[in-house]
Structures are given as structure tokens and as C-alpha cells.
């Protein structure tokens, strides 16, 4: 037996939880590009936005200013979980065999096991402080519902929540979780919409997608002026919310005494990676350190690696704002793979921007692999991850065996984004040997890309 004492976590007080929310906007070398109203094909205003979002909330949006202060009745809910715990995988490196040394910020902490309660909340707070009454949403593998259902709860306010047909049908738990704080669920496509009817008549649409389950939450939002719409990903005020991730790892990595050269996570709509990644691109670009930062997708949905970067709708039926960023098409259907958080056609402006900008690299991994490093990673530190960061942790294992060969020094920073308590089905499904991989083809993409909308120069 190894009776080396190491120190295996850092953790700050509630004094040292950030304040203020990280704009990386306010840093970009060039501004983004502007969204689209969908009708009139030019900039919308926060009076086109105004419908589905509060005030607040579209301010943050469009906001140019570097720290957001975060309200005292949010960073009071926060601290019901935050600040999360950074961890050193020494447990891990040693199976690996590797001089790398790994760091992940674990957010399975929060009450729905993942990053998204860190918008939720705020999301709620500003609706709620508005005279919202119900909150309408979209959920993939329920990670996002479940959040907006907690934070509604907490707010007083209705949630009624579409979730993607394959995975409801999938996750059974994950709905009855939503149900018990309190949400109405609908499995997407439903009859409850006159798009989710429209939808339906498709078999090909059978399992939904995600832009199909928006475009439900949309419609049933803009029909009555005491209902709003929350989106838990891709928006600028979404990765601001998430930005108390990587300030926080900041100042734990210090507390470590050690400097990543790499940062890697895995995307949907980005919003765990920015949060992640934003605070030290912030430090990179001041020319304070120099980290790699990379975004991990999955091979069946390579938003950045093989998608297009052109406006495109953030839903299925073309009734949200257009938005220029990595896309599939909008009504790209993505084979249903177990990262049911990361089968998203678009990926977010501001993350499609700055790797544009050259300021990231993306790579895809197949699921399989994905599977392999999450059994190694439970069998060494012990939390089993959602589906979606096995994604990061994938390319964590290979750069960690690439450092044994290579000797060069490797620092890796990882987003253990969330637990996978509720997707065991999926690792049921590797156990048992019935996992594949999908060999995904332009082709397949041809499709949906030859329907991106039109827009003039
Ligand atoms: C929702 C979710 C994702 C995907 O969303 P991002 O905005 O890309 O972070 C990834 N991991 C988990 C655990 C999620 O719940």
C-alpha cells in the first residue's frame, strides 16, 4: 500500500465566493456579431426580446461591462452549494501512470447534480423580481429542467418543462425529479403546441430534439404576457451566470500552487466550458498565463469541428432570434446518443465567436471512448460523471498518456460538470457491451446545412 499523504482537494469559504459575474465581451478583440429578428432580418432591440426574457436578463445579454454584480438574494442561494470543490486526481494519474497532474471542478454538488443551477437561479430571481408568474423550458437529459424546476420552486413561481422524447422516455427518474419540485412535464414532440403538432405528423421526429422542445417552450411562452421562456445554455447571460465556475478554480488552482497549460470541457451550447474557461481566458489574453483551451463535442454532434459558422435559429421551427455561431442546421436531428446535454445543432455566439478568433481548439470523441475513460475515472476518484463530461475527461486521459511519452509538463484542468446518478441506463448500456459508435457522414449534415435561412449581407 502507497501511505503517501497528498492533498486531494481545495476548497474556499463562503468570504471567498466571487461577487460579480465575468463578461468576457468586454475583452474580446473584436465585438460579435449581433442577433437577427427572425422576420425582419436585421438587429433585434430588447423590445423584440421582451416577450420571452426580463429586463435584467436582456441588459446582461447585450452588456459590454467586465463584472455584473451578482444580487445578495442570489450569491444566498448559492451558497447552499457554492463554492464547488476542486479536485486533484492523484488517484487517477496514478493508474495512468502519468506525470500529468489533473484538476476537475466538481459542480455535482448543486441540488439538480450539475452546473445549471448557477443560471437557473438568477434566471428565476430576475423573472420572479418582474412579476413573472411561469417559467417555460426545453430539457435534454433533464439536467436543465431540473434546475429551473428547483430554482421556480424556490421563487414560487410555475415551471412547465418539454423534454426530449428519447430522453424522457429514457430517464425516468429525471422527470419524477423535475415532478417533485414541483414542474409540469411534457415529452417533446407533444399535441400541446401548435409546432409540437406540426412536428409530430414526421415520424423521423419521433425521439425530438432539443430545437424542437425550444420551439414549444417559445410558443407557449409568447402567447401569454405572465409567462417568460429560460434558456439554459448558449446565451451570453447564461455563460455569465456560469463564469463563478472558473473565478472560483482560479483562486483554488492557486491555492494549489500550480498553473494549467491545458483546459479542457465538454459543449452542448457551451455554457460549462465558458464558465469553465472564460475567467482564464480573461488571464490569457492579459498575457498572465498561457493555457491551451479546449472544447470536447461528441462525434455524433461536432457543432465546432464540422459544422458551419453562419446565422442560423436557435429552434427547430425558426421562431427564435438568429444567432451566428457554429450550427448543424436548425433542424439537424443528432442520432440519440447517451450525452443527451450535448445533442444541440447550434453552439454558443460568443464561443463560436473566439474560436473563430483562434482563441480555442475543439475536438470530437466517440462515445465509446468516452464510456472507457468514465469507468476508469469512477473506479479512481470515485463519482460517477454524467454522460456529457466524459466527454472532457476522454481528452484529459489522452493528453495525460500523450505527457508520459512526451515528458512535457502538463497541467490539465477539467469541468466535472455533473454526477451521472440518473443516467446509469446509459452505463448499463457500455457494460453490457451494446454501445457503438455512429459513423456520422456530410452527408447526414448536407441535409440540414442545404436549410440554414437566408440572411442579407
Ligand atoms: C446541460 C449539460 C451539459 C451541456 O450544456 P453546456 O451548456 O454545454 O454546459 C453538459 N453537462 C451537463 C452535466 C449538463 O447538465
Known amino acids: 500500500m502507497d501511505d503517501t499523504v497528498r492533498q486531494h482537494k481545495y476548497l474556499l469559504t463562503e468570504d471567498q465566493m466571487p461577487t460579480t459575474w465575468y463578461n ?61 470543490p476542486l479536485f486533484r486526481a492523484h488517484a487517477l494519474e496514478r493508474a495512468l501512470g502519468t506525470p500529468a497532474r489533473i484538476y476537475y471542478k466538481y459542480e455535482g454538488v448543486s441540488p439538480a447534480g450539475s452546473h445549471k443551477p448557477n ?20 430539457t435534454g437529459a433533464g439536467q436543465w429542467g431540473t434546475a429551473l424546476a428547483y430554482a421556480c420552486a424556490l421563487y414560487d413561481m410555475e415551471c412547465e418543462v418539454w423534454q426530449v422524447g428519447a430522453s424522457y422516455d429514457a430517464k425516468p ?23 409540437g403538432r406540426k412536428l409530430a405528423q414526421d415520424p423521423a421526429n419521433w425521439s ?14 409568447a402567447q401569454d404576457p405572465n409567462t417568460r421562456y ?28 500550480d498553473t494549467p497549460t491545458m483546459i479542457v470541457g465538454c459543449t ?28 470536447v463535442e461528441p462525434a455524433s454532434c461536432p457543432t465546432l469541428t464540422r459544422g458551419v459558422y453562419a446565422y442560423d435559429f436557435g429552434d427547430t421551427a425558426g421562431m427564435t432570434p438568429l444567432m451566428k455561431m457554429h450550427t448543424l442546421g436548425h433542424d439537424f436531428v443528432p442520432d440519440p446518443i447517451h450525452a443527451g446535454g450535448l445533442r444541440y445543432h447550434g ?32 473506479r479512481t476518484e470515485g463519482i460517477v460523471p454524467a454522460p456529457e463530461p466524459t466527454h472532457a475527461i ?25 454526477h451521472g446518478h440518473f443516467d446509469l441506463a446509459a452505463y448499463e448500456n457500455y457494460l453490457s457491451g451494446a454501445m457503438v459508435d455512429e459513423d456520422v457522414t456530410d452527408e447526414r449534415f448536407a441535409e440540414s446545412l442545404s436549410h440554414l435561412p437566408v440572411v442579407p449581407a
Not at 437557473?120 to 418582474?130: C, M
Not at 414541483?182 to 403546441?193: C, E, F, N, Y
Not at 448558449?234 to 483554488?252: D, F, K, P, Y
Not at 455566439?349 to 470523441?365: K, W
Request: aromatic share 6%; glycine share 8%; with cysteine.
Open 119 to 138: 443560471t437557473s437561479v438568477p434566471q428565476a430571481y430576475y423573472n420572479a423580481k418582474e412579476g413573472t408568474k411561469k417559467l417555460t423550458t426545453e
Open 208 to 221: 425530438g430534439s432539443l430545437g424542437m422542445a425550444i420551439s414549444e417552450a417559445v410558443e407557449v411562452a
Open 347 to 378: 453552439m454558443a455566439p460568443m464561443i463560436s465567436h473566439v474560436y473563430e478568433l483562434g482563441l480555442l481548439d475543439a475536438v470530437s470523441v466517440p462515445q465509446t471512448e468516452c464510456f472507457s475513460a468514465a469507468l476508469q475515472f469512477a
Open 173 to 195: 427518474y429525471r422527470r419524477l425529479m423535475m415532478e417533485t419540485f414541483g414542474a409540469t412535464l411534457h415529452r417533446s414532440p407533444s399535441d400541446l403546441t401548435e409546432i
Open 230 to 257: 429560460a434558456l439554459g445554455s448558449v446565451l451570453n447571460h447564461v455563460l455569465l451566470h456560469q463564469t463563478v465556475i472558473g473565478e472560483e478554480a482560479l483562486l483554488q488552482m492557486e491555492m494549489a500552487g
Open 24 to 84: 468576457l465581451a468586454a475583452d474580446l478583440p473584436t465585438p460579435m456579431p449581433p442577433p437577427l429578428h427572425p422576420g425582419r432580418m436585421d438587429p433585434v432591440g430588447p423590445e423584440d426580446l421582451a416577450p420571452l426574457f426580463p429586463m435584467e436578463l436582456i441588459m446582461q445579454e447585450v452588456s459590454t461591462d467586465r463584472y455584473i454584480e451578482i444580487p445578495g438574494g442570489v450569491l444566498d442561494v448559492y451558497r447552499h452549494w457554492r463554492p464547488s
Open 268 to 295: 452542448g451550447g457551451g455554457s460549462n466550458f465558458a464558465g469553465l474557461s472564460f475567467p482564464f481566458m480573461r488571464e490569457k489574453l492579459a498575457g498572465r498565463i498561457n493555457p491551451q483551451i479546449m472544447a
Open 394 to 418: 476522454a481528452i484529459a486521459i489522452r493528453e495525460a498518456l500523450k505527457a508520459k511519452e512526451t515528458g512535457e509538463e502538463t497541467v490539465i484542468l477539467t469541468a466535472l460538470c455533473g
